[in-house]
């Protein structure tokens, strides 16, 4: 639309008539002025009506707009220091509905998950899902720009995948003209091979993993960026994921502070992120976990948790009581709400108070040897300050492609970092066994198929190099990044067990 002014400009054309094109996501009236709220995709916007002979044409239809109708709208921009964005529309001259809408399914009203889930292309009109989706924009730009101020290729890897490449539990498998192939889980070997062309190279992509688990950090499709670096050390990868994560977070900061903050996150947590990381190893992860303070950090949170069920308790029935005496349907329907947020709130704490005991066990009793669970890997981001690196766990429980540390044959030279505040592990990442005869070694030891590996092999029969990398997965950054419960608002369309509609 040649015309068309964007909601996010109007604040530098406060006294100029703009023409907006966009979509109701309100509309009321008392008496003679109508307000509607005009969001544009850009931002949102009040734009006040008053009938009058301008408006006499277009002011009873506009007054009641079903909610998400599309309309073009023609008005005056004045400062308004309570509007969000500061400004507001007025002395609207043309009016005029370009798709109508009604009995939209998903009101201001709490909705459960399921229906909003099943309603994904609808939901993520709403601020909040709006604003979570252009932070992983901007946290995919980054990325990107990341890698190519820094001089790295950009190699798109295969998605149709005819070896293993993380582990065999998780594969999809694809009939590809009779030959049973995967979704590729990572692009990494691919990846490797180039690097041997242009040495500092990235990957970017969708991968699949069959996580038949349902958590709140698992999809089955997700986004994950994986550089890789040729004729370096594990402490070169280290800094470079460092960086990488600054990088990230500083954007993210700088660019979308009232948005972050209207999810409700706290900008200074994000602040804290600056180099360098602590950095431990797996055997002090093990001695963290049978430490007191894992244990006095578990009993805390059972102590604080219990309170909080209790305070919900008295909470929910005064709220009871409000809603039983409220005589406007409005402050019945506000008081319904918040009752329905109160009770999942202490639903899920309920749960959490039921677990811990046992999550007091398992860490207590962690053994080495085995990998970090999800809840080990919780304790450990809050017992420090900012990002975490876990370094040199036991080959047993990793990739066959991980370098076998030479120090301790037990261990493999790789790392995990995990996010604070309990947002788990982000980024995965090793350097890779250059030695021919110990990666053969190893891929027999994971019983693969070694003549599926024979092209992988030959980067360590001609002028194989150190050289490692690591992966980190898109989803679980913005989770991360908007402070989110669960990591299927971090995706338009997320995939995971049992869902895939729409
Ligand atoms: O630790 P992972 O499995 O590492 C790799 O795939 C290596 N090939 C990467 C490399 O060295 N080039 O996965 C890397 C990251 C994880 O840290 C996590 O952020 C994300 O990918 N990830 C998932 N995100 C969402 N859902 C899942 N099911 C995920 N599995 C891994
Ligand atoms: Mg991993």
Redesign the pocket.
């Known amino acids: 639309m040649k015309d068309r002014n964007y909601i996010a400009g109007l604040g530098d054309m406060v006294g100029s008539a703009v023409t907006l094109y966009g979509w109701v996501s309100k509309a009321r009236a008392s008496g003679k002025i109508a307000f509607l709220t005009l969001r544009d995709g850009s931002g949102t916007c009040q734009c006040v009506l008053e009938k009058g002979d301008a408006t006499a044409a277009f002011f009873d239809e506009a007054k009641k707009l079903a909610q998400e109708t599309s309309v073009r709208i023609v008005g005056t921009v004045r400062a308004d220091e309570r509007a969000a964005g500061g400004v507001e529309l007025h002395d609207i001259t043309e009016f005029e509905c370009i798709g109508g809408s009604g009995d939209y399914p998903i009101t201001p009203k709490a909705h459960g998950i399921d229906f909003l889930m099943n309603r994904r292309h609808l939901w993520f009109r709403s601020q909040r899902q709006w604003r979570i989706l252009r932070i992983r924009a901007t946290i995919v730009d980054a990325i990107r720009s990341f890698y190519n101020d820094r001089g790295f290729v950009l190699i798109d890897t295969p998605i149709f995948a005819p070896a293993i ?2 582990g065999a539990s ?1 594969l999809f498998e694809v009939d590809y003209f009779g030959e049973d192939i995967f979704l590729a ?4 070997l691919y ?1 490797e091979a180039a690097c041997m062309a242009h040495d500092k190279v990235y990957c970017f992509g969708p ?1 699949f ?1 069959a ?1 038949k688990s349902k958590t709140r ?4 499709e ?1 986004w ?1 960026v ?3 670096i040729a004729f370096a050390d594990l402490d070169e990868v280290l800094e470079l994921a460092e960086d990488f994560v600054c990088h990230i977070v500083d954007r993210v900061v700088a660019k979308h502070r009232d948005d972050l903050e209207s999810l409700g996150r706290n900008v200074a947590d994000l602040e804290l992120v600056k180099k360098p990381f602590a950095r431990i190893t797996y055997t002090d992860a093990r001695d963290i976990l049978h430490g007191s303070a894992a244990r006095e950090l578990l009993e805390k949170d059972l102590g604080d948790k219990t309170e909080r069920v209790k305070a919900l308790g008295s909470k929910i029935e005064e709220l009871e009581a409000g809603r039983a005496s409220a005589k406007k349907a409005w402050q019945i329907e506000k008081a319904a709400q918040e009752i329905q947020a109160a009770r999942e709130e202490r639903s899920e704490l309920e749960e959490q108070i039921v677990n811990i005991p046992n999550h007091i066990k398992l860490a207590s009793e962690f053994e080495w040897g085995t990998d970090l669970g999800g809840v080990d890997e919780t304790i450990i981001s809050r017992l420090h300050d900012g990002p975490v690196f876990v370094t040199h766990y036991p080959k047993e429980v990793k ?1 066959f492609y991980m370098r076998e540390d030479r120090a301790d044959g037990r261990l493999v030279e790789n790392f ?2 995990l996010a604070p505040e309990g947002y788990g ?6 350097m890779r066994e250059e030695d021919f005869d110990i990666l053969l070694r190893k891929i027999k030891a994971h019983n693969l198929p070694v003549e599926n590996f024979e092209w992988y092999l030959d980067l360590r029969r001609y002028g194989s190099v150190p050289h490692g ?5 898109v ?3 913005v989770a991360w990044m908007c402070g989110l419960k669960h ?1 299927r608002e971090a995706a338009a369309y997320p995939r995971m067990m049992g869902k895939v509609y729409p």
């Open positions: 490449g993380e998780t889980q990572t692009g990494q990846v991968t993993r996580e950090r698992h999809l089955t997700f994950m994986e550089p890789e990739a995990d970092l592990e982000v980024i995965g990442g090793s990398g690591f992966g980190l997965g989803e679980r950054t990591i």
